[in-house]
């Protein structure tokens, strides 16, 4: 007999709904379910291949311990009573002789339930998790966060009359999104695309700005002078609710278009033009994008700018706009499972680059969490939006400064394909004592572990997307089947080693179920048990209100939406928005510019892959099978170099090899390198590491703290100078 | 009765979604693939660029080549107007993917018989979707009944006036395209 089960997909965040036909507790077939609001019935090519990872014959199925040197490739397959008992008792170690700051853990994005990871790190005593937070979204909600009390990243694009998508590329990355878009292009709505690159995206819209990489700060800021200027903004709402708008209007007369025009590369004519489009249309929105998010130092200062663009043409909010979801007033979010009162002050003090990047560590949110709850009830949860440093972190693991970093437990993460500066990971990871690994395949990161364990993918283990807990809604996915062979959730991973950690009390579930049933009670549907949540209900959407900042008050210190954060003077750093220039370019190094005379882009999701995920599944792999460097015709032409021809890709800091896409989808100084890149097939013996030096662009990027964002950390993957050749014979 | 597709080339973004979730629906090859997706462009100098991309499979013609060809009449029209290949009738002779104009055809080395796109019409029958269009994350593919004037298929067709690809070569594609 059938069963249907209501699934969702985990091989992007988007979370799209899935149904699992299982007969005999074997799924036969995956497909899109029709009634799930975002996919609505249809699938990716990821999403189309499900069974194929489910099934696939490298798959990680039991704990393996390493028996041979570190980076040997040599494990043999050991019980989980013995691999959580050995984790334990080194865990226990390691505590005694250098404190619980020394466990540190690394995350990937949204394949896990985080607020377990937190709540076992706040009861273990570390502050030390980290994700790829400060690249991906976490600055511009952060800023958005200091300015006006929650992040505006819930845009109405299906009744707006322009949006903006900026260092976006939703065709790749987002395809439900982009459906919406088009659906709104339909209505009428203009859409506006900001990239440096000619993506499919912007191949749709009906204004492309083709910045120069890393500019993106200009272009706000001269929006910002546009806008203001001519009077374009919403005066009844900058009177009525904001702070600061004399000193930010002071701020950005200098900012003008032509002094843009030479910064962007874009014309000030049609900078003004693309201003004047936004600020007229009423309502507009900008839409959320992670590109802004990985220019390095000035990350958060155009994060600054955009946020007060949201603010003075009055959009935030408001039906068609920039809407602010805030948290779902009922369901126990992930902020209230973390148990982050638990962990002390003096542990907090400690966290990694809390006295560098204090808005993206305790300090800053501290400040925010207290705003947060005055207003909404809730903060944001820790896990990503209060986290040590990746750099610093990496850093402490091989000096020991400030202290020693002896342990990582890292959970749906490739480390030394996801973080700027690869060899410097490398040898961090090398640095531990004790290195564990949980996740689908052996990867590169994976072959440095002394534990790999096997991880339980989408269609075994339920889902409840909640946008890390910062969304008003909520939609609750079931498993299809119990993990196959031993793999295990990461909730069922965290509680195990908690309670081997006396952690007993914390943990009264029994699995990710009765974890989740206990968040849905409040909601009060009185159903018996979370499956039948899932297939009655399935969603909780908290009713959508508007202008809430009316009600309930904005929640920052003022109590007004601010365009002069005083949460950020607080913290120490330029309450306005300002230019920085981009840490890695001709600016900022002009000694450099001769040697490295063109400028990379590394990173973009590209259709079809998510991250540096699904590199095994072959079906997936034959539609790309080798990285692309993309390189303009006349480039190409000068360096004599054809499509498909290995090129070297060279930065100061490393190079690597890609072969050459040429296209005039970049400019011909541009070279937009992909990401992510590492190759399974491939030898695994240290440092072959299945070739994760060889094409991964990270190895060219530099994280050197004192290049990232000055309140978030965020290294820089945007606008670094480079140079390219081909690939010789032997070379 | 004539099963007939249109393929909208403004939502189109070639997400490959519909190459895969084809492979997987026919237990295709790894390297089969009867629906392909080519990226035209960009065409321009930077930045004044145009793309699109264009998803092609078998066009069910009307004046079918690749069925008229056939010496062994594997190839043949459907009651319903697709085409379609009687595996066991088909002797290997590749003639057809010599006069397909699309290039839509493929040796299944495994089988010796020649394959292609299906238009799903076990699927169809029983009122589902092909494969491709339920896949569809951009909504840019329908189907319907050519032969039906009231049909959404139709109707989308005229108002957004439609055309099959190389209509000047006369084969009479059941395939629409709208033009990006």
């Known amino acids: 007999m059938s069963e249907y089960k209501k699934v969702a997909c985990h091989f992007c965040h988007m979370n799209c709904g899935m149904v699992a036909q299982v007969e005999d507790g074997v799924i036969t077939k995956v497909t899109g379910d029709p009634e799930h609001p975002f996919n609505q019935g249809a699938q990716c090519p990821r999403g189309a291949s499900a069974l194929d990872h489910l099934n696939h014959p490298n798959r990680i199925n039991f704990p393996l311990k390493r028996v041979g040197n570190r980076g040997a490739g040599q494990f043999e397959r050991v019980s989980w009573e013995e691999a959580l008992g050995d984790i334990t008792a080194k865990l226990v170690e390691l505590k005694d002789t250098y404190g619980a700051e020394t466990l540190s853990s690394l995350g990937g994005t949204n394949r896990t339930d985080d607020f377990a990871r937190r709540r076992f790190f706040n009861l273990f005593g570390s502050p030390n998790v980290a994700h790829t937070a400060p690249v991906c979204w976490i600055p511009n909600f952060l800023v958005e966060a200091a300015s006006y009390g929650w992040a505006a990243f819930d845009p109405e694009i299906m009744n707006t009359r322009c949006v903006v998508i900026w260092g976006h590329n939703p065709a790749t990355s987002y395809l439900p999104e982009m459906r919406g878009l088009l659906q709104a292009k339909e209505n009428g709505a203009k859409i506006i695309v900001i990239d440096p690159i000619f993506s499919e995206t912007a191949a749709k819209a009906d204004l492309w700005l083709p910045v120069r990489p890393g500019s993106d700060n200009a272009l706000a800021l001269a929006w910002l002078n546009v806008i203001i200027t001519e009077g374009l903004y919403d005066y009844e709402f900058v009177e009525e609710w904001t702070v600061g708008f004399e000193e ?34 009423k309502p507009a929105c900008i839409q959320w994008g992670v590109a802004t998010d990985q220019f390095g130092r000035g990350s958060s200062a155009g994060a ?251 929640a920052t210190p003022s109590g007004k939406v601010e365009l002069k954060s005083s949460i950020l003077e607080q913290l120490g750093y330029d309450p306005l928005p300002h230019y920085v220039e981009p840490p890695f370019g001709s600016e900022a190094r002009p000694e450099q510019a001769k040697a490295y005379p063109l400028t990379l882009v590394a990173g973009g999701g590209f259709m079809p892959f998510f991250h540096s995920e699904h590199r095994e599944v072959t079906r997936i792999r034959l539609l790309r099978p080798y990285p692309r460097v993309a390189i303009n015709p006349e480039l190409a032409k000068k360096m004599s170099i054809h499509s498909n021809e290995w090129v070297w890709i060279e930065t100061p800091t490393g190079r690597v090899k890609q072969q050459a896409f040429v296209t005039s989808a970049v400019a011909p100084d541009v070279i937009q390198a992909e990401r992510g890149w590492w190759f399974p097939e491939k030898p695994t013996v240290d440092p072959e590491l299945m070739g994760v030096f060889e094409s991964n662009i990270n190895v060219c990027l530099d994280d050197d703290p004192d290049t990232c964002d000055e309140a978030c950390g965020s290294w820089c993957t945007r606008a670094v100078m480079c140079r390219i050749r081909k690939v010789g014979e032997g070379d | 009765m004539r099963w007939g597709m249109l393929i909208d080339l403004k939502k189109c973004v070639g997400c490959h979604a519909c190459t895969v979730a084809c492979q997987n629906e026919n237990h295709l090859p790894l390297a089969m693939k009867y629906c392909k997706v080519y990226k035209v462009g960009p065409e321009g100098e930077y930045p004044n660029l145009t ?130």
């Not at chain 1, 002071?250 to 032509?258: A, G, K, N």
């Not at chain 1, 014309?267 to 003004?272: D, G, T, V, W």
């Not at chain 1, 031993?486 to 943990?507: H, N």
């Not at chain 1, 009060?524 to 809430?548: H, I, N, W």
Request: include cysteine; charged fraction near 25%.
């Open chain 1, 304 to 554: 600054q700018a955009r946020a007060a663009l949201r603010i003075i043409t009055g959009n935030l909010d408001v039906p068609g706009g920039d809407v602010m979801p805030g948290p779902h007033p009922e369901f126990i979010t992930d902020w209230e499972m973390e148990l982050n009162e638990l962990l002390p002050e003096s542990q907090r003090q400690k966290q990694l680059g809390a006295d560098k990047f204090k808005l993206n560590t305790w300090p800053g949110y501290q400040l925010l969490t207290d705003n947060m709850v005055r207003v909404w009830g809730k903060s944001i949860p820790a896990e990503w939006f209060c986290e040590a440093n990746a750099p610093m972190l990496f850093r402490a693991m091989i000096t020991s400064q400030p202290y020693p970093v002896k342990a990582c437990i890292v959970l749906a993460n490739n480390p030394l394909v996801s973080y700027a500066n690869s060899r410097l990971v490398y040898q961090a990871l090398k640095s531990l004592d004790l290195l564990v690994v949980m996740d689908y395949w052996m990867t590169p990161s994976a072959l440095l572990a002394d534990y790999v364990l096997p991880a339980a993918s989408w269609l075994e283990r339920p889902v409840m997307t909640t946008t890390y807990g910062v969304s008003d809604w909520l939609i609750a996915s079931e498993r299809a089947i119990e993990p196959m062979f031993e793999r295990k959730t990461d909730v069922d991973f965290w509680r195990e080693l908690g309670l081997r950690l006396g952690q007993a009390e914390y943990w009264p579930w029994e699995n990710d179920e009765e974890i989740f049933q206990y968040r849905l009670a409040p909601i009060g549907l009185e159903t018996d048990s979370y499956e039948e949540f899932v297939q009655c209900y399935r969603m909780a959407f908290a009713p959508r209100e508007y202008r809430k900042y009316q009600e309930r008050g904005v």
């Open chain 2, 51 to 180: 793309s699109y991309n264009i998803p092609i499979a078998c066009m069910h013609c009307q004046e079918a080549p690749c069925v008229e060809g056939c010496p062994s009449g594997a190839s043949h029209h459907r009651e319903d107007g697709t085409v379609s290949i009687n595996p066991k009738k088909c002797v290997g002779c590749r003639f057809c993917l010599l006069v397909c104009p699309y290039g839509v055809r493929h040796m299944n080395k495994e089988t010796g018989a020649v394959e292609k796109c299906t238009l799903c019409v076990e699927r169809l029958e029983t009122g589902e979707v092909t494969r491709c269009t339920e896949t569809c994350q951009l909504k840019a593919r329908h189907v319907g009944d050519l032969d039906d004037p009231d049909s959404e298929l139709v109707r989308i067709i005229h108002k957004e006036n439609a055309r099959p690809l190389y209509e000047h070569l006369g084969t009479k594609p059941s395939i629409y395209y709208i033009m990006p």
């Open chain 1, 248 to 281: 930010l209007s002071e701020r950005v007369e200098s900012y003008t278009p032509e002094w843009a025009e030479e910064k962007t590369g874009v014309s000030a004519e049609l900078i003004a033009q693309a201003a004047r489009m936004y600020a007229a249309a």
